[in-house]
């Protein structure tokens, strides 16, 4: 690795712990362990897609990166610098430098506001621009995203879906961000509506020089537009590696579930599909070892003892290929 | 049909337009409303003329007195709604009535819900000891009989306005910050809110843009009830005696007058508790369409 650029974000350990209070007195009486020691690298300009079933802590992982919740444990670099433990002043560089999409369009832009209100928030926030350049710039960014500048001066309510979509992806870019955590930004649309939120961002990502933190469960859309695939089970990554060598030859057993219980259009395929038994265990109560070995059809003695370090087992040198599994072979 | 760029606020406006029952309650409140200012701008039944005896006590609505004119002399009249036991106009003083209404609805109102609103959003929005100590003041206030604390407190300050105001207020504001906290920690957790959070907009203007503009549907809906509740609450304490002091008001007519009542003189408490009814059925009506017309989950 040396000689390589600095990565524009790279997370080390990072573990977010959500306390359970109960009784009277509003103790805690146990911890949700949502995400729990996860650590990749992304380099500029690439896209990493987060899966995952729900409840795995992929949203967790992407908030928190964000700094919507204080991280328990570990280190968020970006662009070289720890903001893990910044204060919400020294955060504010990176926040002009990160931005995030939602998943859901109906809540994630104020009712009350305009459109231009809502684009220009980020400026506002940073004290970009007068109001004249941000009246502007709004106009500007939303035909960007594939909407009538006249859309500026209209309510949220009067949009659809997808076009609420493009309202946020707006304010996400309006900084100019390097930065933007995706967060299943299509999920929440008509399917018919997905594909063109998708190409968008990828247009814009071209356009922009982006680099995106994709969450997803869709596993289609990942491989779509990721060049990097890292797949969440119980907020622990169990597998990262470029999108077309992980869809080809997944090597963990719950990746290779995974993606032979997404549908393929193809009928010879159909007849290798692995079925997972049972349910995600609960994350307050994580099983011991490896996580995955309550439903994994491989399990051994050891992978109930001992959880499996995140190793590098890529054999041709190009790329690292990540896996969390005792079973995989170097 | 709907004009483009037509805010939330403006949907609604034109939502409680087009709801009847709504506009008729407004009608009539907004007429109260004009009596209770003409009232208070001296223009016509003032406390002088509602204090002062017109003619013998007790003369039936629609009879024929000789009445004591302002000047002193005396002049064959008809009464309108009769004389009460000191002989004065109950007409006058119903309608004197209404502007003490009117000022202890419209300022225990406003008081008890601007208090209720910075509050609740201090404890839904910062949460940790402020929140805590604020919900053990609502528990506590909550825990003991509305009525007890209202005759407590306006026992303590004294008979009069003031009294009756203070206490009030000082009841009514829980019932606000208990909703606008709920509906604050409701939509803190809303993705706009972490949208703000995300590009790092400043608490303050997260509590002024995404938050205070979001709850106008609780605070119509609050400024109407608390008015409602405060008009009944003075007709209480006023029975118990521990409502307004030398000025007419409904409840005072109603106390005063439970004796007569016996007598067979029933217009005093039948005029006041007519007026009464009249009032709070509007504010109701008005009330059940201001909920309707700007309930986020309705308009959209």
């Known amino acids: ?330 | 049909m709907n004009a483009h760029g037509e805010s939330l606020f403006r949907k609604s406006l034109r939502k409680l337009r087009r709801d009847r029952f709504g506009m008729a309650g407004l009608a009539v409140v907004g007429f109260f409303g004009l009596v209770a200012l003409g009232v208070k701008l001296g223009l016509f039944c003032t406390l002088a003329q509602a204090t002062t005896p017109v003619g013998p006590q007790f003369v039936r609505p629609g009879a024929a007195y000789q009445r004591t004119l302002a000047d002193g002399t005396k002049a064959a009249a008809r009464s309108l709604f009769g004389t009460d036991i000191q002989g004065r106009d109950v007409a006058v003083k119903l309608v004197y009535s209404i502007k003490q209404a009117f000022a202890i609805g419209v300022i225990v109102a406003v008081l008890s819900v601007a208090v209720g609103v910075v509050l609740g959003c201090i404890s839904g929005y910062f949460g940790g000891l402020v929140d805590d100590a604020l919900l053990w003041l609502y528990t506590a206030i909550n825990s003991v009989p509305f009525i007890l604390w209202i005759v407590s407190i306006s026992y303590a300050f004294g008979r009069g306005f003031t009294g009756v105001v203070v206490a009030l207020a000082a009841t009514f504001w829980v019932g606000v910050y208990f909703n606008v906290r709920a509906e604050v920690r409701r939509l803190k957790e809303l993705e706009f809110v972490l949208a703000s959070e995300s590009y790092g907009a400043s608490k303050w203007s997260i509590i002024f843009r995404d938050i205070v503009p979001n709850l106008s549907h609780l605070i119509f809906v609050f400024l109407s009830l608390d008015f409602i509740a405060a008009v009944k609450n003075e007709v209480i304490l006023s029975f118990l005696g521990l409502g307004i002091a030398g000025e007419p008001s409904w409840g005072v007519m109603i106390s005063n007058a439970r004796l007569d009542l016996l007598a067979g003189k029933w217009w005093e408490v039948t005029g006041a508790t007519i007026l009464l009814f009249v009032l709070v059925m509007a504010f109701n009506m008005l009330t059940d369409a201001l909920q309707d017309a700007f309930d986020p989950k309705k308009v959209g």
């Not at chain 1, 970006?78 to 931005?99: H, Y």
């Open chain 1, 1 to 330: 690795m040396s000689g390589a650029p600095k990565p524009l974000l790279a997370v080390r350990g990072l573990k977010k712990h959500f306390p359970v209070r109960g009784g009277l007195l509003k103790k805690v009486v146990g911890w949700v362990y949502a995400v729990d020691g996860v650590s990749f690298t992304l380099e500029e300009g690439d896209t990493l897609g987060l899966v995952g079933e729900s409840g795995c802590g992929k949203s967790t992982l992407g908030r928190t990166l964000m700094r919507l919740y204080e991280p328990t444990e570990g280190a968020i670099e970006f662009q070289g610098r720890d903001i893990a433990r910044a204060s919400a002043a020294e955060l504010m560089p990176a926040r002009r430098e990160m931005a995030m999409i939602f998943q859901d369009p109906y809540a994630s832009l104020n009712p009350r506001m305009t459109v231009s209100d809502i684009v220009t928030a980020p400026m506002s926030a940073h004290g970009v621009g007068t109001p004249a350049e941000r009246r502007e710039k709004a106009s500007e960014i939303l035909q960007v995203v594939g909407l009538r500048a006249q859309a500026a001066s209209r309510y949220p309510h009067e949009f659809s879906g997808g076009q609420r979509q493009r309202i946020g992806i707006a304010r996400a870019l309006i900084l100019n961000p390097k930065l933007v955590i995706a967060d299943e930004p299509v999920s929440a649309l008509d399917v018919s509506i997905r594909a063109q939120v998708v190409n968008l961002m990828m247009r814009l990502k071209e356009r922009f020089k982006l680099t995106y933190v994709f969450i997803a469960h869709d596993l289609s859309i990942v491989e779509y537009i990721s060049s990097h695939v890292a797949v969440m089970y119980l907020g622990r990554v169990m597998e990262k590696a470029a999108a077309k060598t992980l869809y080809a030859s997944p090597k963990h057993p719950y990746t290779q579930a995974l993606i032979s219980a997404n549908p393929v259009p193809d009928p010879a395929r159909r007849a290798q599909k692995q079925v997972l038994k049972g349910e995600i265990p609960s994350p307050m109560h994580p099983p011991s070892g490896c996580v995955f070995h309550t439903r994994c059809p491989l399990a051994e003695e050891r992978c109930r003892a001992e959880a499996p370090a995140l190793r590098d087992v890529d054999k041709t040198g190009t790329d690292e290929h990540l896996v969390a599994c005792h079973l995989v072979k170097d």
